[in-house]
């Protein structure tokens, strides 16, 4: 099987080194992209196997490119692991509203976030979280 | 001048109490008997020349049978019975629901002309409370929705979400590389530093927000108080020359920085309006043309709205001014810059009466209006008001955003029998049962179906 690609929107540098880091080492090839405004473009170009997405991204938010994608056929069914600095409550209903896939708090435990990817992309060793 | 009725009651009852009989004191007075006892029952105004005579007779301070401190005391306790309303209607559940009965508004006069002490502590711990109330509010508010604090915050987590990854990848990757290492490492150090400078503006916001508020009092009011102890008038601004800042430096009122931002943004448009319409030449125009904010923009040819705000910044005893009072408003009506005039009441949390030709001129941009007035009360007071709206300057493609400005004088003695328009100063306190601009109930009976 050909390596899993995985876009990571963040724009946080080191956040997104330290997830490229571990993803990296369990098989991911992952690419960064650190600006909302170009994600659409990026992602119908090259279409990855999930995405990781952070809520507050300068130029678009993450709330609108997600809503973008599900109204889009060809990118509806893409796995999306959203990613926020605010909590539990708001944040985490906003993003299950707009189609995310599944939902992270920041700051997050590095084991979580490769369980999460694996969970919603159907891979093997995922240790399923409840919902 | 409208006096309360009250006023009357309280000659009877300082006369008994002097022992003085009706007839002595008229005669005293230069006035008649007959016309003694209209007043003391309340059936007949009294002038301020006569309160004076009838209270030089006595040998008391005029003041003391006056409206003055009234005034304020009757809106002050209508505020505490609408206060207490609202915690009844909005608190219906929970321990403390003890109802009470709401002090019986009719007997108001009476309490305030037998215990004026009481009364005054009671309006007094009143605005306290209102106070406080609005320190929780607006710390409720900075919480839910300060930038600053929501920034901070976002801040701080990402920085630690970088700093548990980054830490956890150095302890748990036994095999990483030494470039790896070397980077991650660079890493926590970059974030610690961060996470370091984002807590001390954090304290130091915090610290500044608390000393800000112990004052017990918006940055509105700080500047309020601050003009109010200085006359509304700053010599200083008016040769130019002095910088605001200087100014602002030596205030203690000015607690908070924001009020020292507002009074800085106040003075600099007071010297510019000193710049346009220069003390003396208009002080001279003023005797010439009399208060006519048409005429005096006209002669200095500068906008309305800035005659306005220089009318109500001259220094005490411009002629026929008064003590003038001064209200502006942003488009979203909110009062941004409050002048009382006496009499004229101003809400001091809530929102003020629709009716106000200040937000008729809102809704009429570049209108001059012109309009005499009665503030609601137990007698109407009677004011000439002027009023103008303009956009404030923001340049092409920039929001429109408008700014009105409300001029209120005494109002001259031959408009005394012409048509004025009613108004009031907030809905819950304000008379005026049959009003289309109501927008919620008042607490105060009709006083013109109650009196009819």
Redesign the interface.
């Known amino acids: 099987m050909a390596q899993r690609q995985v876009l990571l929107i963040e724009d946080?540098p080191?956040?997104a080194?330290?997830?490229r880091?571990?993803l990296t080492?369990a098989g991911w090839t992952v690419s960064v992209l650190e600006d909302g405004a170009r994600a659409i473009a990026r992602i119908t170009g090259d279409p990855p196997d999930a995405i990781i997405l952070d809520l507050?991204l300068p130029g678009r938010s993450g709330l609108e490119i997600l809503a973008d994608m599900r109204a889009d056929a060809a990118l509806r069914d893409l796995p999306v692991l959203m990613l926020s600095?605010?909590g539990q409550g708001r944040d985490r209903d906003a993003a299950t509203r707009a189609g995310a896939t599944a939902f992270l708090a920041?700051?997050?435990?590095?084991g979580d976030v490769l369980d999460q990817l694996e969970a919603i992309t159907g891979g093997g060793a995922a240790r399923r979280e409840p919902a | 001048m409208a006096r309360s009725p009250l006023t009357g009651t309280r000659i009877r009852e300082r006369r008994n109490a002097l022992g003085l009989k009706q007839a002595e004191l008229a005669r005293a007075s230069g006035i008649s008997a007959a016309y003694l006892n209209l007043i003391e029952h309340n059936r007949r105004r009294v002038s301020d020349a006569l309160i004076e005579r009838i209270a030089g007779a006595m040998g008391v301070d005029p003041v003391t049978l006056g409206e003055g401190a009234e005034g304020a005391l009757f809106a002050g306790l209508r505020e505490a019975v609408a206060s207490l309303e609202l915690a009844e209607t909005g608190g219906g559940n929970g321990a403390g629901g003890t109802s009470q009965a709401a002090p019986d508004l009719d007997r108001i006069e009476e309490f305030v002309g037998r215990f004026p002490a009481w009364a005054a502590l009671l309006v007094n711990r009143q605005a306290r409370l209102a106070e406080l109330e609005r320190v929780v509010e607006t710390y409720a508010e900075r919480m839910a929705q300060d930038p600053f604090l929501l920034t901070s915050?976002?801040e701080v987590?990402?920085a630690?979400?970088?700093?548990?990854?980054?830490a956890?990848?150095l302890v748990?990757?036994e095999d990483i590389e030494p470039e790896?290492r070397a980077?991650?490492l660079n890493?926590i150090q970059?974030?610690s530093l961060r996470l370091s400078g984002t807590a001390e503006a954090l304290v130091g916001y915090l610290d500044e927000m608390e000393t800000a508020e112990t004052g017990l009092s918006s940055p509105q009011e700080q500047l309020e108080a601050w003009l109010e102890a200085r006359g509304w008038h700053f010599p200083e601004l008016e040769g130019g020359g002095t910088d605001p800042a200087e100014l602002i430096a030596g205030a203690p009122e000015l607690a908070s920085s924001a009020a020292r931002e507002l009074a800085r943004g106040h003075l600099q448009r007071q010297a510019e309006d000193a710049r346009a319409l220069p003390l003396d030449p208009v002080l001279a125009a003023l005797a010439e043309l009399g208060p006519d904010p048409g005429a005096l923009a006209a002669r200095f040819a500068v906008p309305l709205a800035q005659v306005l705000r220089r009318l109500a910044a001259l220094p005490e005893g411009a002629p026929g001014l008064g003590q003038p009072g001064l209200v502006v408003c942003d488009g979203s009506g909110t009062l941004t810059f409050r002048r009382a005039a006496p009499g004229f009441l101003l809400p001091r949390f809530a929102a003020a009466c629709p009716l106000w030709p200040l937000y008729e001129a809102l809704a009429r941009p570049m209108q001059p209006i012109r309009a005499l007035v009665d503030m609601a009360g137990r007698l109407p007071q009677r004011f000439l008001t002027y009023a103008v709206s303009e956009p404030r300057p923001t340049g092409f493609d920039g929001p429109v955003l408008m700014r009105a400005t409300m001029l209120i004088l005494p109002a001259p003695a031959q408009s005394a029998d012409a048509p004025a328009r009613p108004i009031g100063a907030s809905c819950r306190i304000c008379p005026r049962g049959e009003c289309p601009g109501r927008r919620e109930p008042s607490i105060v009976a009709d006083a013109s179906a109650g009196r009819a």
């Open positions: 946080e080191h956040i080194e330290a997830i880091f571990i080492r507050m600095a605010r920041k700051p997050f435990a590095n | 915050l976002h987590l990402s630690v979400t970088s700093l548990r990854s980054t956890a990848i748990e990757t790896w980077r991650f890493t970059e974030e």
